[in-house]
């Protein structure tokens, strides 16, 4: 990579600075470039000022010191043994004595900007550092619907509705100037990413009804982020100038994420299932699990016809302050607001409910209310203890005094227009974007203090994200205020009596209440009363106050979910199906190849392997054009090592060539076959250090045959199809692509790089040194130092 115009090597034992400002200078463009902070742990200066000693580290380099409880911040440090330590010898030069590669943390260049490093560079290059970082828009995985039904996607969105309303539907109010900016705004949109998703509802004079679009990243995020949705109406039901609604998710970091946005122009079941049915279309018929409306008799109509098999949620914090609205007016609004506060929050069973219900409704004359009428006919929509059995993701309320944000809050008021609107969509969409990266950021580099002694929390604190880590924090302090009774063991299960002490809204009063908690020792199941886990996918702390009432210490690993880590993304990349579908026709096909290479694109920006991936590309179109190859070819990744006739002067070790080499990448003789058995590698690789020829990939295991991480250097690798001679393409069709090499011997503890050759001439300065190998611009190897 390149970092602020030129590109640096890697830091060795040996290398030669004229002063300390050179050293500094080498060293942060390294950093800049593997993608960590630089601080200065140890210097020494003569009087005159002349360097005599320098130790630069990675900036998570040292221990946490963790702070008192009320001025906890998170901590960066991780005790990284990464630096470098450079010492003026006789000749007035400084000399590396040490140089430590190895992190104990994830390194990512795409994360570069929030460093304080980086921060001082100059605009040319933060952008030049920007690129393929996480701005990039990954995209999404391919339809899982079979291709011969993704037809019905189009008889989902055009066919006729079951609703036929009498009331004439309207039509879509824009402003001056609101249908121009519409049309130059999907122009663009569509022609930066093909992947750009848009739908128009006309009527039979065609007039604009209502509008749908989605960009690339809202229909690849939701690959990830698609088991609940909310669709927001707020503005709709608001009566904005611009009647917004849109489609949300929720990301591994607890933040909102869109998945697509409308225009309606009204409020009737016919509208809310051709925008269902729009959205479902664009996301290539692939369902939620659970979602998120607003109260309104509409929007239950169109998600019973469009998707009856969704669970559905009526949007608590909008039914409450709508009450607060509908029943203020009453003389005895305060005693009824406490006791509908009461029955929908702290109920915790339906019984219960049922009964605070009641007396909202006998004790305050509220018998003829025909709104909370239909509210109760729904109430298995929207009350907490009926829908608590249901993993919503954390996107509704279940305690007093949460509110919900809306998306673009802060971009969108009561008067702005739709070209004002569409004028700050990308501006909000990118520092939506850069909160998230801001959140990653964190979440690998940084770490929150503990709060407790558990292991539990120290177990959590490795694999969760930083705001989901957060949250768990917040349950382990509560702890304190739960105390644990058991009441009865039959067999391998025990039931307890959580009693916790709650405080009241004006923070000075508290209640108790008593919440029933199951525990299974055998299977280690944990059931709670209140349901927090299968809300939020949190543990409850009532359910850590049993494990600790029971001295269990680690948490069971059913209830570490895989949504809230750290590399969810990439977990579920790993998780894909292996198989693939394979049309019949021309057309398919294209659509099909289209979605799997943008589903590469989403792989290449998680890895940030963005120059890699272009030169995958392009080899790729030459190998995919040679006549040689067929439709039943089977590429591989074959692994090329120069020869070696000296020591490498790069590390000062020998590389061992795994497979006889020619010079052109491949075995010498018919006997080299390039495919070992899997015993035939663990025997005979592990043993030598060396990975075996024909080796196809990077093992899992890799770290058996390279037991050093600093010993890893780039090599050549090329794709060549199973059972084809690579001699009989060249070097034309050859793939070359950097990888990691992994065919060197691991350094012995006493083994440096010495400062003379054998013919007793001085090692080359830093600017002067050979490389091992270079890429040229061609893609074909350049010559070897051996």
């Known amino acids: ?358 007396n909202l409704i006998s004790c305050n004359g509220l018998l003829g209310n025909d709104w909370l009428r239909s509210l109760y006919e729904c109430r298995a929509s929207w009350v907490p203890v009926f829908i608590k059995d249901t993993f919503w993701a954390g996107m509704s309320v279940t305690q007093r005094n949460e509110t919900i944000t809306p998306f673009f809050d802060g971009y969108v008021d009561i008067k702005t227009t739709l070209k004002q609107f569409l004028g700050k969509y990308e501006m909000a969409l990118q520092s939506k974007y850069e909160k998230e990266a801001q959140a990653d950021f964190e979440t690998f580099h940084k770490q929150r203090p503990p709060v407790s002694k558990f292991y539990m929390e120290e177990q959590l604190s490795k694999v969760y994200t930083h705001n989901m880590f957060k949250k768990f924090q917040d349950e382990i302090e509560a702890i304190m205020y739960c105390h644990v009774s058991l009441i009865v063991v039959d067999g391998s299960v025990s039931t307890f009596n959580v009693k916790e002490c709650i405080f009241l809204e004006d923070g000075k009063r508290t209640m108790s209440k008593i919440f029933a908690v199951t525990y299974n020792a055998e299977e280690k199941d ?64 294209y659509d099909y190849l289209s979605m799997r290479c943008l589903q590469l694109v989403d792989s290449a920006v998680l890895s940030d392997k963005y120059r890699l991936a272009l030169r995958l590309v392009r080899e790729m179109e030459k190998f995919l054009l040679n006549s040689n190859t067929h439709d039943d070819t089977q590429p591989r990744i074959k692994s090329r090592v120069p020869k070696v006739n000296k020591p490498n002067t790069v590390t000062g070790q020998n590389v061992v060539d795994a497979a006889t080499d020619n010079g052109n990448g491949g075995p010498k003789g018919p006997e080299a076959h390039p495919v070992m058995q899997a015993s035939q590698i663990q025997k005979g690789g592990a043993e030598r250090g060396v990975i075996p020829a024909g080796y196809i990939g990077v093992p899992a295991n890799f770290q058996q045959f390279v037991p050093n991480q600093a010993a890893i250097q780039p090599s050549i690798v090329y794709m060549v199809p199973t059972n084809v001679d690579p001699h009989a393409f060249g070097n034309g069709v050859l793939m070359p692509v950097m990888y990691q090499q992994m065919f060197q011997v691991p350094q012995k503890p006493n083994g440096t790089v010495q400062d003379t050759s054998a013919n007793g001439k001085k090692k080359r300065p830093r600017g002067q040194k050979l490389t091992e190998t270079s890429q040229l611009s061609n893609g074909t190897p350049g010559p070897s130092s051996g």
């Open 1 to 358: 990579m390149e970092s602020d115009g030129e590109d640096v090597g890697v830091p060795e034992v040996g290398m030669v600075f004229n002063n300390h400002t050179e050293v500094n200078r080498f060293y942060r463009k390294y950093a800049r470039r593997v993608g960590f902070g630089v601080s200065v742990r140890r210097s020494s200066f003569s009087q005159e000022g002349t360097c005599l000693y320098l130790e630069l580290m990675c900036c998570k380099g040292g221990r946490p010191r963790y702070e008192p409880k009320f001025r906890k911040r998170a901590s960066s440090t991780t005790n990284c043994p990464a630096k470098i330590r450079v010492k003026l010898w006789g000749d007035k030069l400084l000399h590396v004595e040490l140089a430590n590669l190895d992190h104990n943390h994830p390194v990512s260049p795409a994360m570069a900007r929030f460093l304080n490093s980086y921060k001082q560079l100059s605009g040319p290059a933060k952008r030049r550092l920007r690129t393929g970082g996480p701005g990039a828009m990954p995209v999404e995985e391919p339809s899982k619907m079979p291709m011969d039904k993704l037809g019905e996607l189009e008889d989902l969105l055009f066919g006729e509705s079951k609703h036929h309303s009498f009331v004439e539907r309207g039509r879509l109010k824009l402003q001056p100037g609101d249908s121009e900016a519409l049309r130059l705004f999907f122009t663009r949109m569509q022609a930066k990413n093909a992947n750009f998703f848009n739908v128009i509802d006309l009527d039979d004079e065609g007039c604009i009804r209502n509008v749908f679009w989605a960009d690339s990243r809202s229909r690849s995020m939701y690959e990830y982020y698609g088991d609940v949705i909310m669709l927001d109406t707020s503005y709709v039901v608001s009566k904005h100038d611009m009647p917004l609604a849109t489609f949300i998710g929720v990301n591994h970091h607890g933040q909102s994420v869109l998945m697509g946005c409308a225009l309606l122009s009204d409020e009737t079941a016919e509208t809310y299932s051709w925008l269902l049915k729009a959205w479902i279309a664009c996301m290539y018929g692939n369902l939620p699990k659970a979602i998120v409306t607003d109260y309104c008799r509409g929007i239950q109509s169109a998600v019973a016809e469009v998707i009856p098999g969704v669970r559905h949620r009526m949007c608590l914090f909008q039914i409450m302050r709508k009450a607060a609205e509908r029943l203020s007016g009453l003389s005895e609004y305060r005693a009824i607001n406490k006791a509908m506060h009461k029955a929908v929050y702290d109920s915790l069973t339906i019984d219960e409910f049922e009964g605070e219900w009641n």
């Open 526 to 589: 944990i059931t709670c009363i209140c349901g927090g886990f299968q809300f939020s996918g949190i543990l409850c702390r009532h359910s850590l106050s049993m494990l600790k009432f029971q001295l269990v210490r680690e948490i069971p690993p059913q209830y570490i979910l895989d949504r809230w880590k750290k590399d969810f993304r990439q977990l579920h990349v790993m998780g894909r199906p292996p198989s693939d579908l394979v049309p019949n026709n021309r057309v398919d096909r």
